[in-house]
């Protein structure tokens, strides 16, 4: 896996996007995966197989990159609430208190009292808290495709994090590593990554809404509109699920995703969706490795359209973008494990 130095060139002129957007590079930060922002303009990161996790600060436009966790098992998600930034490993949330007053000396962390699956495949996590103050976590399906118990695996839990009470919110989800909440509608929008082998299209990747809890979404049984899994289709009809919002491209692997709330970008964006897309792995012929934008009208998904494109070229990927942040100017933070960067893509009028 490339890691780009700070001070290396990025092909980032072959990134098409649409006119009057720039993209530059934001931060070198290896292994980054998820991205969360403190209160106090403090970026966190987490990472996947270096188990470190990141403060990126910035001083009179200067970055620094600082660790403030490691040795943890795939750190993936990260956020913050009252000062306090949480951490999911595989198994376990950790919660490190009044961490921006101390990025130089964190504290011991203190551990959420619910105990996760130890499996390690799709076993990293997105976290966020919702609306409701509550901190959800995804959790993956342990196997491409099985039948695994429906209360562990397979879904987006949620947890109390002053009481540490658990439950479980929407199932049937084979892995989610991106979620927000539409701003004004409060719903849970989410990413899904489908199954494997089934061909080089099919089935679809996701993007799923669950406005209430108790939702199903298909997986081990259904897979995106109406696709019946070879093994596990008979054993339940797709009209017992819920179908996506609307279906991406197989195999692009949909990772984080934001609606966009700054004020940067033109008007037509406002709570828009922007999807970052891993990119394939076992698909004969490439795909994914870019942004694309969701058009929402009326709480319903109506298009698509790419919004950032150029990480992959002549069949090989220099990138691979893995979430997104909207910072408070506006500007859009896109983290990279490929190429170990943050990019920031900004707009200016043309």
């Not at 913050?80 to 011991?108: H, K």
């Not at 209360?151 to 590593?177: K, M, T, W």
Request: with cysteine; proline share 7%.
């Amino acid at each position: 896996m490339p890691v780009i130095a700070q001070n290396s060139i990025l092909p980032l002129d072959k990134i098409k996007l649409p006119p009057g957007f720039s993209i530059s590079l934001w931060a070198a930060v290896p292994d980054v995966h998820a991205l969360t922002l403190g209160h106090k303009g403090t970026v966190f990161a987490g990472s996947k197989t270096s188990g470190k996790v990141y403060a990126i600060t910035t001083d009179n436009g200067a970055r620094q990159v600082k660790t403030i966790a490691q040795g943890l098992k795939m750190p993936t998600g990260v956020a913050f609430r009252n000062g306090a930034l949480y951490v999911s490993t595989i198994s376990r949330i950790l919660r490190f208190n009044n961490i921006e007053e101390n990025l130089d000396q964190p504290p011991q962390p203190i551990f959420i009292n619910h105990d996760f699956p130890t499996e390690r495949f799709q076993g990293w996590k997105f976290i966020a808290f919702g609306p409701d103050d509550l901190l959800y976590v995804s959790v993956g399906a342990p196997c491409n495709i099985c039948q695994p118990d429906p209360s562990q695996f397979a879904l987006i839990s949620r947890i109390n994090p002053d009481d540490d009470s658990y439950e479980v919110y929407a199932q049937g989800i084979r892995h989610s590593l991106g979620f927000d909440w539409h701003p004004e509608t409060k719903a849970l929008w989410f990413t899904d990554i489908g199954r494997d082998w089934m061909g080089d299209d099919l089935p679809a990747d996701e993007l799923n809404v669950a406005p209430e809890q108790g939702m199903h979404f298909g997986f081990p049984y259904c897979h995106a509109n109406d696709v019946l899994d070879p093994k596990f289709g008979a054993k339940r009809d797709c009209s017992q699920s819920t179908s996506p919002a609307i279906e991406l491209d197989a195999h692009v692997v949909p990772q984080g995703m934001r609606f966009y709330t700054g004020n940067m970008f033109p008007a037509e964006y406002r709570n828009q969706i922007l999807v970052a897309q891993h990119g394939s792995w076992n698909r004969r012929t490439q795909r994914g490795f870019q942004l694309e934008l969701i058009r929402i009208q009326d709480n319903k998904a109506i298009q698509r359209e790419i919004f950032a494109e150029g990480w992959l070229q002549d069949g090989k990927a220099w990138g691979k973008p893995v979430d997104v942040l909207v910072m408070p100017d506006g500007a859009l933070l896109v983290s990279d494990d490929f190429a170990g960067v943050i990019y920031r893509i900004s707009y200016t009028q043309p």
